[in-house]
């Protein structure tokens, strides 16, 4: 694999490549180590339970990254935005905290029908599984405060996590209680943008045994972001100011040897002010000033989220009983000013307008239950059987209002609409692993999956209607197969094949006005994908030094997309797609007080056949993927005395991508250049606490993250998502 450097923008190459060396470190499969630098010999072993069963991640025969809670502080990350491009072959588009769509290897056709990436709350999968709630946009940016680790689990994950985890999986795992020790923690922080506001974060955590047999841990968080985009349109600055805030409630309890059982709450609120986008011509131009947008109405955010799930494991001695059940509600409200499409073509039919906003609502009411049995111990053979059950009642509602020449709201009913829908899935699975020698295994996998749909459109307005009540029943079979091998000592190389799928559904009722005659499909399919992966796996003996490699091929089939039938959006299936690239992570410590790292990712995305439905042909390449991703990290210890101070510096790299495809309509193409990040940090120990300082973006890199065009369609600008200006802070954790 050939690397090529593009010279970013702003400062000297050197200076950002030198500077931005650290960010990868906490990549794929990279062991866990202590922030003061422990002796390698000490580092602990990182457990992950991606196949839903505790195992090394040295063993697991898949593309893993963990991030542990030591790698989410050295980063200073509160939110999904802080350590997503350090992860390899993971991409993203976003409006701001809360708005954000994601996507591994690369599985994405620029603006997704549903999910591609599961996202889950421990155990608990997030949000809705049908196409009519917009839950592609909205996944959840949880607050990062006091989670054990993440995992981020690459490639289709079809057998074991289902539906809409085709690309793979993305895993939010909290702390446990612990009912060996008191324990409490406080955390507080200010940070300063380069033309923007001042920012904030606090938060505490504390861990209460309540007996031998329970324990009750208590956390709340809360974070400020300042916000650095201005709305020249309205006079208003800093219009992505942002606050998250939340906390959970977690109890264990261990009424016997064999029996565990947890009870978590958790309860998340999100609000913005506006969006962190900037507008530009589709040629790459800004269209006022640096970090300025024009939006004829504010366009705030809100979402409130709320999870209870038990889980209940019950030790059989050959096997384990777990159960794990959970109720969520998401609520996202929204506005879209489309003053650029609306005011210019409304005005050509006579209706005079001075702006246009979209006020929009999206929630869902959902309850999973996950029963699975699995053996235990080191047997010859492994298995594992389970169902799962989900429900879920979802809404979407949108009401396009228009204001009148003197800016009070106009009469006209432009448009109301409510698109209720309802998903329900039946699921089993099952994996079997057989030890054919002590150093060789395979896996088989395989799962059932039938899901219920219903939607309903009720509309009023100059611009839509109603339709019928709509239903439609899928059927889904996903399976996969593992090989591994243990060369000895501390190696593993692994092939693995797996596939994944999205949901198919009912589609919109569209009929010719003259024939009555369907001018689409009643229902469209599901996608899916096939994906052939090799791995290496490998760490010296003293651990100083490891490798992980993985390469892969994924060929994705009947992409589903949002196209046109009689003026009326609809569902399609379009084309078809080839995926092929690689990882790779380094990690050296060549003594105890220097830990170097490296990761990177390499994802050749295109379609594989023309898609008229995208304006795309064969070969192009797909929306929002970066064929080269690189993060490096240098960390390294002044003095093993004293304050035990400690420098870092991280390094991001990200190659330039396209926003949709060349002869889309709907929505244009814009090309996003390539970026390079530097962060440094200093880090100091106090016997109680610890201080970090750190400079995010020094070198105040514009970074161009992700680019929403719908409105260039009519002559609009390109609204560029932005990379956040040089931030620096200081950050404060006492243990008590």
């Known amino acids: 694999m050939s690397v090529r450097f593009v010279k970013p923008r702003g400062a000297d190459m050197t200076a950002r490549w030198l500077g931005q060396g650290t960010a990868l470190l906490m990549t794929v499969g990279t062991p866990v180590w202590a922030q003061q630098a422990a002796e390698p010999a000490k580092l602990d072993e990182i457990i992950v339970t991606a196949q839903k069963r505790a195992e090394r991640l040295i063993d697991a025969p898949q593309s893993i990254t963990a991030l542990a809670a030591a790698d989410l502080a050295r980063l200073d990350a509160v939110q999904f935005r802080d350590f997503a491009n350090t992860v390899p072959a ?23 029908i549903g999910p591609t990436v599961g996202v889950y709350v421990d155990d608990v999968p997030y949000g809705s599984s049908s196409a009519f709630s917009n839950a592609s946009s909205l996944a959840l940016d949880v607050g990062l405060f006091d989670l054990d680790r993440i995992e981020v689990l690459r490639g289709p994950q ?91 409630l977690d109890l264990a309890l261990t009424p016997t040897d064999s029996l565990k059982i947890r009870l978590t709450g958790f309860a998340q609120e999100i609000g913005r002010d506006g969006t962190p986008s900037v507008d530009f011509t589709l040629s790459g131009q800004r269209v006022d000033g640096e970090r300025q947008q024009r939006r004829l109405k504010a366009e705030p955010f809100d979402q409130s989220f709320r999870l209870a799930s038990a889980s209940i494991d019950y030790d059989l001695g050959p096997a384990t009983l777990t159960s794990i059940s959970s109720y969520q509600t998401v609520d996202s409200t929204f506005r879209q000013d489309a003053s650029a499409v609306y005011v210019p073509v409304l005005g050509g039919f006579g209706l005079a307008f001075s702006a246009v906003a979209i006020d929009q609502r999206r929630s869902t009411d959902k309850f999973t239950q996950e029963v699975r049995l699995a053996s235990n111990g080191d047997t010859r053979l492994q298995w594992l059987v389970g169902g799962y059950y989900t429900d879920e009642d979802s809404d979407n509602r949108q009401h396009v209002v228009a204001y009148d020449p003197a800016g009070a709201v106009s009469p006209i009913d432009l ?322």
Do not use: C
Not at 92 to 106: M, N
Not at 174 to 193: E, N, V
Not at 543 to 563: E, K, N
Not at 647 to 652: E, K, P, Y
């Open 415 to 736: 448009a109301t609409v409510a698109i209720p829908s309802r998903y329900e899935e039946i699921a089993a699975f099952g994996n079997l692993t057989v030890k054919v020698t002590d150093a060789f295994d395979i896996t088989g996998g395989v799962r059932y999956a039938r899901n219920d749909q219903r939607f309903e459109q009720i509309g009023s307005g100059v611009l839509i209607g109603s339709t019928p009540v709509s239903r439609a029943k899928d059927e889904v079979v996903t399976y996969l197969a593992n090989a591994r091998y243990r060369l000895g000592g501390r190696q593993t190389v692994y092939a693995r094949f797996a596939t994944g799928y999205r949901p198919g559904g009912p589609n919109f009722v569209v009929n010719d006005p003259v024939s009555g005659a369907p001018l689409a499909p009643a229902t469209f399919a599901s996608d899916s994908l096939k994906s052939y992966e090799l791995g290496y796996k490998g760490e010296t003996a003293d651990r100083r030094f490891s490798l992980d490699l993985s390469a892969y091929h994924i060929d994705w089939r009947d992409i589903q997309v949002t196209t046109a039938a009689g003026g009326v959006s609809v569902i399609a299936n379009a084309g078809a797609a080839k995926i092929d690239g690689g990882e790779a992570t380094l990690v050296a410590r060549p003594t105890s007080a220097l830990t170097l790292s490296g990761a990177f990712a390499y994802q050749d995305a295109r379609l594989a056949q023309d898609a008229p439905l995208l304006g795309a042909l064969k070969g192009d390449r797909l929306p929002n993927v970066a064929k080269l991703t690189a993060a490096v990290l240098a960390d390294y210890q002044l003095s093993s005395q004293g304050l035990r101070p400690t420098l870092g510096a991280t390094v991001r790299y990200v190659d330039d991508r396209s926003a949709s495809f060349d002869a889309n309509a709907g929505l244009p193409q814009y090309e996003l250049p390539s970026y390079v990040t530097v962060d440094l940090r200093l880090g100091l120990s106090l016997p109680r606490a610890d201080v970090q300082l750190y400079a995010r973006n020094l070198f105040d890199e514009e970074g161009q993250l992700s680019a929403a065009t719908v409105l260039s369609s009519v002559g609009g600008p390109a609204q560029v998502t932005v990379l956040q200006p040089r931030t620096l802070g200081v950050r404060v954790t006492a243990r008590f």
């Open 90 to 112: 993971l991409s993203f588009t976003t409006a701001g905290v809360g708005q954000t769509q994601v996507s591994l290897r690369g599985v994405t056709a620029g603006v997704d």
């Open 158 to 248: 079809g057998t074991l996590y289902g539906a809409g985890a085709m690309g793979g999986v993305l895993r939010y795992i909290s702390q446990a209680p612990d009912p060996t020790a008191f324990a409490a923690k406080a955390q507080a922080g200010l940070s300063s943008t380069s033309g923007g506001a001042i920012g904030a974060n606090g938060a505490a955590v504390v861990n209460a045994p309540l007996g031998e047999d329970a324990a009750l841990r208590t956390s709340a968080f809360y974070s400020r972001d300042g916000g650095f985009v201005d709305n020249v349109a309205l006079g208003d600055k800093n219009v992505d100011a942002s606050n998250v805030y939340g906390g959970r």
